[in-house]
């Protein structure tokens, strides 16, 4: 099964699942978490920030206006406390002073107007025929006679359209007289209305009754009132006397308004404007932030799956192995087992077989000491018996393959001197050399040094290795060479044959498990597979070269560096 | 003439009876133990044994520990091991300990008799060496 397929299975699923969820929880945690905080901070600092902004602007336009409104009433006042009232009475002087005044301040000044104390405008200059206009009815006129000084609200007055007066009240041969100004409401919103902030941001100036005293940026019938003058005092108020208010229009949009009382507290400055255009840029910073997570969010998920597919894939290929290698090592237990079993067997098989061959040995001797014409079937009796000498031997070479393949690895490092185990290999192995016409020679280098590796496994490996040339060699005879040298800091050990060679087909898998080329029953293919595995355990190489009909070469390198003996 | 005096030491005894009777019939003179302590008894007893064929899985002393205390008592006396489980260890331990050489059972005939032939024949040798050596130190002390 390869690991596609695996990743597909049920158990690989889930745990791609669990994984993916993982990720996305411990990446999306920290992300919301901390631009949560950072949005949240920056707003309540954005929102604060603009407030004071707000603040500080309907403050100074609130002393602007109050300087605007001083500024004309000191110039009546100077009129008035300058001049005569026989002048002042002279409509060609009050002419002359109305269009100085208008020379310096435009069309803020509309006319100028002297009244007894019986509400009769006795002199007039401006644009409209109001002389000997009566005003005694007229509240303000009430109002300004009391005062020294007045400056009304907006009104439409006899000429019909919005303006508010100015009046300076002079005592005049133990009368009072009244000097008016009218200021052009144009004018003044004008001033009002220099307030302009975003695209709704706007001002406007209310009396303590609600009336507009400016033209708001709203559509506004003449004689219409706003409640906001109550409603802002119920507001937050700072030391410096602004109000913030915040309340739903009948659109369902919040408005702010910002406050300030001008005019010694008869007129309300108000500053209005949507919340949403105010605080636009928070609107901005968490869209933008919105888009990042987005961004970052389909990245985490992306990288979530990606990663979880690559590791799920991973631990897949790893069980695979895992599987597989668990598998080799339950077939090689079960190859102990078995080879355990043969141990026990073939040992007590040898005893009666090599009882058997010398009883029939036995007979074989008493029947050479008969006469030859006493015995009929002689020859068969020769024949059966040789039978069962040969048979004997050939037990006796199964029960020695058996207990060969059953032979127990001893792992444990000594000090090893290699041309011993070489000498030890090749005495062992002389005598199945001799029968099968075989000459082994050595030549083995000198001052090899001595290593630290385990005795029983390098001896293993080099039985291996000659068996496996003895067993090239078996049917035809021939001629092995084993050396030992050192080479570019290895011990090196040679086994070579002249045998028929390994085919190129089959090579590159001899040192694969299970493989091998020999009959069935004739080799288990764990031997030079355990060699491969005992030799990179040492941190060397065993390689082989082999030409048909030539033979073959194994060399086994062994690094001198790591394994030599201190 | 006899071939060679032997000892033939094994546990089973059938395999001991047909080996000896086989060996006495090619003119040698072959006497049997059952055991490692019964091979040692035999050789304190009988000093005109040459060679000693000796099992090597034995119950009690096995086959190793009699050739090693053989080596230390009778050290002019061949060994020459037997096993039944031809284990590489236990007959390179033989040889490094002094055996002659060994054989795997079932074992030819007439492989055993050249092996028993040949460790009498350099028992026999190292005996005349001896009385030679002997001779010359008794000539040596006369003159």
């Known amino acids: 099964m390869n690991v596609e397929t695996r990743i597909k299975d049920p158990y690989y699923k889930a745990m791609m699942g669990k994984m993916i969820l993982l990720v996305i929880a411990v990446s999306f945690a920290p992300l919301l978490l901390v631009s949560g905080s950072i949005l949240n901070k920056f707003s309540i600092s954005y929102r604060e920030k603009v407030n004071a902004h707000l603040g500080e602007l309907v403050l100074k ?24 009232i026989e002048e002042l009475k002279n409509e060609n002087f009050l002419r002359n002073k109305l269009a100085a005044l208008q020379t310096e301040y435009g069309t803020v000044f509309e006319d100028l107007g002297v009244i007894n104390n019986e509400g009769i405008q006795v002199t007039y200059a401006g644009p409209f025929k109001l002389e000997r206009a009566v005003y005694s009815d007229a509240e303000w006129f009430k109002k300004a006679l009391k005062k020294d000084y007045f400056i009304s609200n907006v009104f439409l007055g006899l000429r019909g359209t919005p303006h508010f007066i100015i009046t300076v009240r002079v005592n005049r041969h133990g009368k009072p007289w009244i000097l008016r100004a009218t200021i052009s409401f144009a004018a003044f919103n004008s001033v009002v209305e220099n307030l302009r902030i975003g695209k709704t941001g706007f001002a406007f100036i ?32 700072t030391k410096d006397g602004i109000y913030f208010h915040k309340f739903d229009d009948e659109s369902g949009n919040r408005i702010l308004h910002v406050a300030s009382f001008l005019k010694k507290g008869e007129w309300l400055l108000v500053f209005q404007q949507d919340e949403s255009d105010a605080f636009m840029d928070i609107d901005h910073a968490k869209q933008i932030a919105f888009i990042i997570i987005i961004i970052g969010g389909i990245c985490t998920i992306v990288t979530a799956i ?10 897949a290929k790893a069980d ?8 080799q090592v ?10 355990e079993l043969a141990a026990g067997i073939a040992h007590e098989i040898n005893n009666p077989v090599a009882i058997m061959v010398e009883e029939a040995g036995w007979i074989h ?27 004997g031997i050939r037990c006796r070479e199964i029960t020695q393959k058996l207990l060969s393949f059953a032979r127990k690895i001893d792992s444990s490092v000594a000090n090893v001197n290699i041309n011993e185990i070489i000498n030890d290999v090749i005495r062992f192995c002389s005598q199945r050399a001799k029968y099968s016409n075989v000459v082994i020679q050595s030549k083995l280098g000198e001052n090899l040094p001595v290593l630290k590796v385990s005795h029983t496994e390098m001896q293993q490996v080099l039985l291996n290795l000659m068996n496996n040339a003895l067993d090239a060699l078996e049917k035809r005879g021939g001629n092995i060479s084993i050396t030992s040298m050192l080479e570019d800091d290895d011990v090196v050990i040679g086994v070579k044959d002249d045998g028929p060679g390994i085919p190129p087909a089959t090579i590159h898998r001899i040192f694969d498990p299970f493989f091998t080329t020999k009959a069935v029953g004739k080799g288990t293919g764990l031997g030079l597979s355990i060699c491969y595995g005992i030799i990179k355990k040492l941190g060397g190489n065993i390689d082989v ?17 790591t394994n030599e003996s201190k | 003439m006899i071939v060679a005096k032997a000892l033939l030491v094994d546990d089973e005894i059938p395999f001991v009876e047909t080996m000896t ?64 489980h031809g284990t590489i260890e236990s007959a390179i331990e033989g040889m490094k300990l002094g055996a002659f050489d060994y054989l795997v059972k079932p074992c030819d005939m007439e492989q055993l008799v050249a092996k028993v032939s040949e460790a009498a024949m350099k028992k026999r040798k190292h005996n005349e060496k001896i009385i030679e050596a002997q001779l010359k130190d008794i000539a040596l002390r006369r003159i």
Do not use: Y
């Not at chain 2, 019964?38 to 190793?64: C, F, Q, R, T, W």
């Open chain 1, 61 to 84: 336009h609130t002393q602007n206006i109050d300087g605007f409104l001083l500024e004309k009433l000191n110039n009546i006042r100077f009129i008035a406390n300058s001049f005569s």
């Open chain 1, 206 to 237: 209310l009396n303590n009754e609600g009336e507009f005293q400016s033209k708001p940026g709203f559509k506004v019938a003449a004689s219409e009132t706003h409640s906001c003058h109550i409603s802002i005092k119920e507001g937050k108020k």
């Open chain 1, 306 to 315: 990606m990663l979880s597919r690559w590791m799920v894939a991973k631990i």
């Open chain 1, 320 to 327: 695979a192995e895992k599987e597989m290698m668990n598998q």
């Open chain 1, 330 to 339: 339950i077939d090689t237990g079960k190859l102990a087992s078995l080879g």
């Open chain 1, 365 to 391: 001797d008493l029947l050479e000491d008969e006469p030859v014409n006493k015995l009929e079937n002689k020859e068969e009796f020769e024949r059966a018996l040789a039978q069962i000498k040969t048979q």
């Open chain 1, 545 to 561: 070269q082999s030409i048909i009909d030539a033979g073959t070469t194994f060399s086994v390198r062994i690094p001198r560096k």
């Open chain 2, 21 to 84: 009777k086989r060996l006495n019939k090619r003119d040698f003179s072959i006497s049997s133990a059952f055991s490692g302590v019964d091979a040692l008894k035999h050789l304190e007893e009988n000093s005109e044994v040459e060679v000693v064929i000796l099992d090597v899985k034995m119950p009690g002393m096995d086959g190793i520990e009699t050739l090693k205390i053989i080596k230390q008592r009778f050290p002019l006396v061949e060994v020459i091991m037997l096993t039944g």
